[in-house]
């Protein structure tokens, strides 16, 4: 069934009751109505062992990667967070130093983004770590953009590159092992190879392209962050916005040292972009008519269009060639990805 089978099978009979409901499950935040502006509400739960392996991730990198992962959700929905409360599951095994660690890569996080921590929880914890952060964020009712606003022509854009955090991934589990027999030789293997383990232990949200869509004076008419991967994001829109989709390999954006990478470990660098996931970067939807607008704007490419839904969501190769895209990015209830 998967996360996302899993999901529509638990909520398919929810339906909002209260007024200040505006929008419930089914997108990366939900949206309520308290005045003049909307409140997003969006939670992430990190469990140790599925979203994290401390043999490698440093606490405090952690600790900021929690935080952001959630702004990143409210910042897809075309808005600013606000505040965090963050709920922890301990072990015996963690000392008060090591959650203090934890700790200042949260705080760390929320005096960059301009975010306040608010509130939280602790509890023991049987299994290990786990972080449990829910954000909130707020909006004007005509800014906010949801997933099913795509239109047939619209272009479809994607912020930064894909698939440097999962090659960064797949960095750290290969040396992982080695460094436990030889730990000089797993350094020397991650030099020159920064950017990508930076992508996978601290990432990004990207504030800096919401901001400046705003000041061009762009709407997109549908978003979503690429925390699962770049198909199943797309697919994901698709459905909502019941349209398909044609994006172009050869317009995926993909960084030089992310294409090394895959070469030395002989994986296909635009599977790894397509479906790897943890980018954090904005795959959004514009109008035709933006186009001129966006063209100035660093860091965004356009990397296909939205289509008829007869036509389906596919992959178009570099000989032209079509191939259907499938969600084959993260799942945590399949156990290869653990």
């Known amino acids: 069934m998967g996360e996302f089978g899993l999901i529509d099978r638990l909520t398919r009979d929810i339906k909002p009751k209260d007024k200040t409901t505006c929008h419930g499950i089914g997108d990366d935040a939900a949206v309520l109505n308290f005045g003049n502006y909307r409140t997003l509400v969006t939670t992430d739960i990190l469990m140790e062992g599925v979203h994290f392996n401390l043999e490698y991730v440093p606490l405090r990198h952690l ?14 929905m075309n808005g600013r967070p606000t505040q965090i409360v963050v709920a922890l599951g301990i072990s015996k095994r963690f000392s008060v130093e090591d959650i203090e660690e934890l700790f200042a890569g949260i705080r760390t996080a929320c005096e960059l983004y301009g975010v306040d921590l608010v509130g939280g929880d602790t509890t023991a914890s049987m299994t290990g770590l786990t972080i449990s952060v829910t954000c909130i964020g707020t909006a004007k009712n005509e800014d906010i953009v949801y997933r099913h606003g795509a239109k047939v022509n619209d272009l479809i854009c994607c912020t930064g590159n894909l698939g440097a955090a999962y090659m960064g991934l797949q960095l750290l589990e290969r040396e ?12 020397k293997a991650f030099e020159g190879k920064e950017y990508i383990l930076e992508r996978q232990l601290k990432p990004e949200a990207r504030k800096d392209v919401i901001h400046a869509l705003k000041e061009a004076g762009i ?8 925390s699962d991967g770049l198909s199943s994001e797309l697919l994901h829109i698709c459905k909502a916005s019941n349209v398909g989709c044609s994006v172009y390999a050869d317009k995926l ?5 992310s294409a090394a990478m895959a070469e030395e470990l002989n994986m296909d660098i635009v599977t790894c972009a397509l479906n790897g996931g943890e980018d954090y970067e904005l795959l959004f939807t514009i109008d035709q008519k933006d186009y001129e607008k966006i063209i100035p704007i660093e860091d965004i490419n356009i990397i296909g269009y939205i289509q008829k839904p007869e036509f389906g969501c596919n992959l178009v190769g570099r000989n032209g060639e079509e191939i259907a895209l499938k969600a084959q990015g993260f799942n945590a209830f399949v156990t290869e990805n653990n």
Do not use: C, H, Q
Request: no cysteine.
């Open 63 to 76: 600790g900021y990667k929690a935080a952001v992962v959630n702004f990143s959700d409210i910042y897809a």
């Open 176 to 187: 992982r092992l080695v460094g436990e027999a030889n730990p000089e030789a797993a350094r």
């Open 219 to 226: 709407r997109p008419t549908a978003m979503m962050d690429v």
């Open 253 to 257: 954006p993909i960084d030089y040292e």
